[in-house]
């Protein structure tokens, strides 16, 4: 394994030749100044998951807004660095590299096409640029076991997190939600349903959603022990059911299903039944409680937000029709629907579906990179490989099998929801990006 060291001050004995005195200190100042750069060299994997739990926390609307960018940019400089010191070659994954390459740069020409706007850029880079780097740095730095078993641990500590929030917030324990931004009804959107620190509840049960699967993959490998498990896959149906989502609701429980009758581990099976009977007595409980049981039935019966999107749909078919190939520009959608959508008094128009904007945004070239891309990440799983780098590994066979799965999930919900979040593309990318680059390994070793 390749490793960086840090150069050592210069040790110098009495006698001929001896260096002078301010030799010796410029090489100590400048080995203590190198010392922070050697760190961040040294642990890559520490970096990545610092930079995810900001974007995961970043507070908006205050000065600290940026920090996730910043921590962005130093993650980007600290990895190509130490790819550079040790000779590692760029990643590149063939098809699905190019057409995440080729939409970023069709979204990066309507972006610039149109006066200055920070909220373009946000979403730009949240829904193609963060993705597209996160997903080539992930094969750089989590190369090794040990740093994939870290990022495992990440996605648990995370899921415990947000499961508390969310499970605080359905029992009104609003004492015990951290960061208070979450309680604050003028930033964000669905204040009255759990919405964690992304102040989207779709956001949040799309994460919760895919870091529960994360989680049952790991009890599967006996990294999860039987009390944590209990606690974390127990209270897992009670989080997603605070979301109030439906389309949440829909993906959680079809991909326990699929989790249950696909995956053929005995263990799984049991593990995946359990939260499926938890999650069914937790609705039944739910209907116990006057507050939740009207809760519940104002979701199931709510026919205004439907009614809206089918005029959004309309609309935006027109607009399809007026440029289909390349579209209108990136962020440009809402601006337009507010003109030809002028019964509906609403602040901000949005497709509700993340194909739909995308074709009216970047036209049909654009739908057909961004369909290239599932296809290229679907065939991931479909894939059949005579060896394994470790049969007990974070991204093992079993991974391979769990992966349409994960990826359904972000797929059906992107049905209903635009997916602008910044961390649900930059967690699925960095799975995808460590999946990616070991299966490239495995291929290699099966030459």
């Not at 962005?72 to 000779?87: D, Q, T």
């Not at 740069?105 to 946000?122: C, E, H, K, V, Y």
């Not at 939600?177 to 309680?183: D, V």
């Not at 069914?280 to 979701?299: E, H, K, N, W």
């Amino acid at each position: 394994m390749s490793s960086l060291q840090l150069p050592q001050p210069v040790q110098t004995t009495s006698g001929v030749g001896r260096p002078k005195f301010g030799s010796e200190v410029i090489a100590t100042t400048v080995c203590a100044a190198a010392r922070p750069l050697y760190i961040l060299l040294a642990a890559p994997s520490l970096l990545y998951l610092a930079a995810l739990v900001i974007m995961l926390l970043r507070p908006p609307g205050v000065d600290f807004y940026h920090v996730d960018r910043i921590a962005f940019a130093l993650l980007i400089f600290a990895v190509c660095l130490r790819a550079l010191l040790l000779r590692q070659t760029l990643p590149w994954y063939g098809p699905i590299s190019w057409a995440m390459f080729g939409l970023l740069i069709l979204a990066l020409a309507g972006t610039l096409s149109q006066p200055f706007d920070m909220l373009t850029w946000n979403v730009l880079s949240a829904k193609f640029l963060v993705p597209f780097i996160l997903f080539h740095l992930a094969g750089l730095v989590f190369t090794e076991e040990d740093s994939c078993r870290g990022f495992e641990v990440f996605c648990l500590v995370t899921l415990a997190y947000l499961s508390f929030l969310a499970i605080a917030f359905l029992m009104g324990a609003n004492a015990l939600i951290f960061p208070r931004y979450i309680l604050d009804e003028s930033l964000g959107t669905h204040i009255h349903r759990a919405r964690g620190p992304f102040l989207q509840a779709v956001a949040n049960g799309v994460t919760l959603n895919l870091l529960g699967l994360f989680a049952l993959h790991a009890f599967d490998r006996g990294r999860l022990p039987k009390p944590v498990a209990l606690v974390l896959l127990g209270a897992l149906p009670f989080a997603i059911l605070a979301t109030m989502t439906r389309a949440v609701w829909l993906s959680f429980a079809g991909s326990i299903l699929l989790a249950f009758f696909i995956l053929g581990s005995a263990r799984m099976r049991r593990a995946s039944g359990s939260v499926l009977v938890i999650g069914i007595a937790g609705v039944m409980i739910a209907f116990l409680s006057s507050p939740l049981r009207t809760a519940l039935q104002d979701r199931f019966e709510a026919i205004g937000p439907v009614e809206i999107r089918i005029a959004v749909y309309r609309a935006s078919w027109q607009m399809v029709q007026e440029k289909p190939w390349l579209g209108w520009g990136q962020n440009h959608m809402a601006t337009e629907m507010g003109d030809r959508l002028p019964d509906y008094k609403l602040d901000t128009f949005a497709a509700h579906n993340t194909y739909l904007e995308i074709l009216v945004e970047h036209g049909l070239v654009g739908l057909a990179l961004y369909a290239s891309i599932i296809v290229a990440l679907l065939r991931l799983g479909s894939r059949k490989r005579k060896s394994y780098l470790r049969a007990d590994g974070v991204f093992n066979a079993q991974f391979r099998t769990l992966w349409p799965i994960l990826l359904g999930v972000y797929l059906v919900n992107a049905c209903f929801v635009v997916m602008n979040y910044q961390f649900v593309n930059a967690l699925l990318f960095t799975m995808a990006g460590i999946f990616c680059a070991q299966d490239r390994q495995v291929s290699e070793l099966n030459r």
